[in-house]
């Protein structure tokens, strides 16, 4: 099975930190990449996505992901954090499923941020 | 357009109860998917399916069953609950898998349905 690795379990950071999460995942093939993010009490909301082409992606409130094949990495980063950021974080690889052709994803357990104003 | 939507919101069971969760999404999506979301776990695959009339299994299949009888409706059923399947579930629904275009994997999300068993 793939497994999808988030290095960090919970992140503090003041206002204005730069934030960067990690996310390593273990398929050798072409993938799709994403970010979720879970505000508390809210569902899963898409942050950015990675299909292909330029390797450095933007989404939402002003987050960016990068993507390094040689690397198995999708690293999320936001150069200043609100208050506002304050959520859990899901990194997520769509592969192949038992060699069917369901895309199913595979998530990490979740990067908890706290930003203290 | 609602985009997809979990009843019921939130539900207590005794051990041994059975219950039905429903999913409906409006996009004309034809895969849906079952997760349940346990602290430090991240969400993991219970079901899934890819079509109307379609289900299989996904990584912890044990304890519930689905159906998808409609192609806009996915039903998570637990048979006989254990206080293990306290949880929060969450319906996703995709408009393909890795078939075609694999730019349209993105999956949707309900709201969460939170389960306790006691």
């Known amino acids: 099975a793939q497994s999808v690795s988030q290095h960090n379990h919970h992140v503090i950071l003041s206002e204005a930190a730069s934030l960067e999460l990690g996310c390593n995942y273990s398929?050798?093939?072409?993938?799709?990449l994403f970010w979720y993010v879970q505000y508390p009490g809210q569902h899963l909301q898409l942050l950015l996505k990675y299909f292909s082409g330029d390797p450095l992606v933007k989404g939402i409130k002003g987050f960016e992901a990068e993507f390094i094949k040689s690397k198995f990495s999708f690293n999320l980063r936001k150069p200043s954090v609100q208050w506002s950021d304050t959520a859990e974080y899901f990194c997520a690889v769509n592969a192949p499923h038992r060699g069917s052709t369901l895309g199913r994803l595979y998530f990490g357990r979740g990067t908890q941020l706290t930003v203290w104003p | 357009n609602a985009g997809v939507t979990q009843t019921p919101k939130f539900r207590v069971l005794k051990t041994g109860q059975s219950m039905t969760l429903l999913c409906a999404q409006d996009?004309?999506?034809?895969?849906m998917y079952w997760y349940r979301q346990d602290p430090g776990m991240g969400l993991r695959l219970i079901h899934y399916?890819?079509?109307?009339?379609?289900?299989a299994k996904g990584e912890v299949p044990d304890g519930y069953n689905v159906s998808r009888l409609k192609k806009q409706n996915f039903l998570l059923g637990l048979e006989s609950a254990a206080p293990s399947q306290t949880s929060v579930y969450f319906c996703a629904s995709s408009l393909t898998g890795t078939g075609g275009s694999r730019r349209w994997n993105e999956q949707y999300f309900g709201p969460g349905t939170r389960l306790t068993v006691t």
């Open positions: 399916s890819v079509g109307e009339g379609t289900t």
């Open positions: 398929y050798g093939g072409t993938v799709n």
């Open positions: 996009m004309n999506h034809e895969y």
